[in-house]
């Protein structure tokens, strides 16, 4: 597969898609276990809907990228540098699909139902492992969480520096609607 020239429409939607909707997860999911009862019921089901829409979004994703590929990376970019983007892409996908797997473990070892709301999944009753699982889950769950942090800090970094210190085209490409400042570099 040939390496796609730029990131299409629908790259940049998916993208920031399961951007928001990964980052106000990450936000809104601290400390849910410990929330009584009727406020963690309430709060599985909000979290369910938007771990279901990332897991959905995550999938179709994957799907785009295995029929699309990559767009080429900037020929300034060194070895290392090419290396260290596939290693932080790549682990994003893997940790991400992880937490999922986790998170469905996790949820089918709750005392109270997990109903992904706007779905009407209940994970709770897929039963995929026993109770006595749910703290080790917990442990991996939370560790994973921190992992996706650090990674997603490192991408947000590496896109900061593409656009001020090495002046490419990286971070612009990926913004909706910077088309305008692209054309407008591309003239002078």
């Known amino acids: 597969m040939t390496a796609k020239a730029d990131y299409d429409r629908f790259d940049r939607f998916i993208h920031w898609?399961?951007?928001?909707?990964?980052?106000?997860t990450l936000i809104f999911a601290r400390g849910m276990s410990s929330l009584p009862d009727d406020a963690r019921v309430e709060e599985y089901g909000d979290h369910g809907l938007s771990v279901t829409t990332i897991a959905l979004c995550l999938l179709i994703r994957i799907a785009w990228r295995a029929r699309t590929g990559f767009p080429a990376m900037p020929a300034t970019m060194g070895d290392l540098a090419r290396l260290a983007a596939k290693a932080v892409h790549y682990g994003l996908y893997v940790i991400l699909v992880l937490q999922i797997l986790?998170?469905?473990?996790?949820?089918?070892t709750t005392e109270l139902e997990f109903v992904a709301k706007g779905y009407g999944i209940n994970y709770t009753s897929l039963g995929l492992a026993p109770a006595e699982l749910h703290d080790t889950l917990l442990w991996f769950h939370i560790s994973?969480?921190?992992?996706?942090i650090a990674l997603l800090a490192i991408h947000v970094l590496a896109s900061v520096k593409h656009h001020f210190i090495d002046r490419d085209e990286v971070l612009l490409r990926m913004l909706p609607f910077a088309h305008r400042v692209r054309a407008r570099r591309a003239r002078n």
């Open 17 to 24: 898609l399961m951007a928001i909707n990964i980052t106000l």
């Open 144 to 148: 994973l969480y921190w992992t996706i």
């Open 102 to 108: 986790v998170g469905l473990f996790l949820a089918s």
